[in-house]
C-alpha cells in the first residue's frame, strides 16, 4: 500500500470534534443550542485561531496526489469556484473565499495546516461520474501537519504538501470512543469542501 492509499480515510468524524482535535477551541461552538449541527460553523470549509497560526482545512482524499519525491500533496486554484458561486448569489462564495484568505494567511505566516480528509464510497463515485456532485461517506483528521508550499498571489495557484512527522500533541488525539455515524437531535450534516463544489457529508448542492 503506497502512502496515499494510507492516508485515505476510513470514518466519519463530525467537523467539530475534528477541529477541536486539530487543537482549535470549539467551546462557543459545542456550547450552542445546536451544538456540532450549528449552521454558523459546521458548513465552513476552513477554521483558524484568531491570530491565524493554526489553520484546519477540509479536503477531497480524491484531489490528493504523490509529487515526484512520494510526499501527499494538493494543487488547487479555488478563484474560479468563487466567481461562479458569487455570480450564483449562495452562501458558499463567502465559505470558498475564507478558504482562499486562510491559504493566503497561512502562506504569508508560515501557519501550521491541519487536515480533514474526506472521501466518497466507490459506490457514489460510479453513481456520481461526470456529474457535478459528490456524496462523502467519511472524514478524518489527518495526524500530520501540512504546510502551503507555494501560494501565487497573482493567480490563486496554490500547492499543499503533507509534512513527514506527525503533528505535536493533537496528532495523538484519538477520536475512536466518539460515534462517528452518530446524528444529534436535529443535525444538520456538517461540512462543505472546495474542490468538489458539494457538501461531503451530503453531497447536496446549497
Given at each position: 500500500?503506497?502512502k496515499l ?8 468524524d463530525r467537523?467539530m ?6 487543537g482549535?477551541?470549539v ?10 449541527a450549528?449552521p454558523?460553523?459546521?458548513y465552513e ?19 490528493c ?7 501527499v500533496?494538493q ?10 458561486l458569487?455570480g ?9 473565499r475564507?478558504?482562499?484568505e486562510?491559504?493566503q ?8 495546516i491541519?487536515?480533514?480528509l ?5 459506490a457514489?463515485k460510479?453513481d456520481?461520474?461526470g ?7 467519511f ?22 504538501k503533507r ?17 462517528h ?6 443535525e ?6 472546495p ?12
Amino acid at each position: 500500500m503506497n502512502k496515499l492509499a494510507e492516508l485515505k480515510p476510513r470514518r466519519r468524524d463530525r467537523i467539530m470534534d475534528a477541529v477541536e482535535a486539530a487543537g482549535l477551541d470549539v467551546s462557543e461552538w459545542s456550547s450552542s443550542p445546536m451544538g456540532a449541527a450549528n449552521p454558523k460553523y459546521c458548513y465552513e470549509w476552513a477554521f483558524a485561531d484568531d491570530r491565524r497560526e493554526n489553520v484546519v482545512l477540509c479536503l477531497w482524499f480524491e484531489d490528493c496526489e504523490l509529487d515526484s519525491d512520494e510526499v501527499v500533496v494538493q494543487r488547487g486554484n479555488i478563484r474560479p469556484l468563487i466567481l461562479r458561486l458569487e455570480g450564483q448569489g449562495t452562501p458558499r462564495a463567502r465559505r470558498a473565499r475564507r478558504f482562499d484568505e486562510l491559504l493566503q494567511d497561512a502562506w504569508r505566516l508560515g501557519s501550521r495546516i491541519r487536515v480533514a480528509l474526506v472521501d466518497r464510497s466507490d459506490a457514489a463515485k460510479r453513481d456520481a461520474a461526470g456529474q457535478d456532485v459528490s456524496h462523502a461517506a467519511f472524514r478524518q483528521l489527518d495526524p500530520v501537519a501540512w504546510r502551503v508550499a507555494n501560494y501565487d498571489m497573482m493567480t490563486g495557484d496554490y500547492l499543499l504538501k503533507r509534512e513527514l512527522v506527525q503533528s505535536g500533541p493533537a496528532a495523538a488525539t484519538d477520536l475512536a470512543d466518539v460515534d462517528h455515524f452518530a446524528q444529534e437531535d436535529g443535525e444538520i450534516p456538517d461540512s462543505d469542501s472546495p474542490n468538489n463544489d458539494a457538501d461531503p457529508a451530503t453531497g447536496q448542492m446549497d
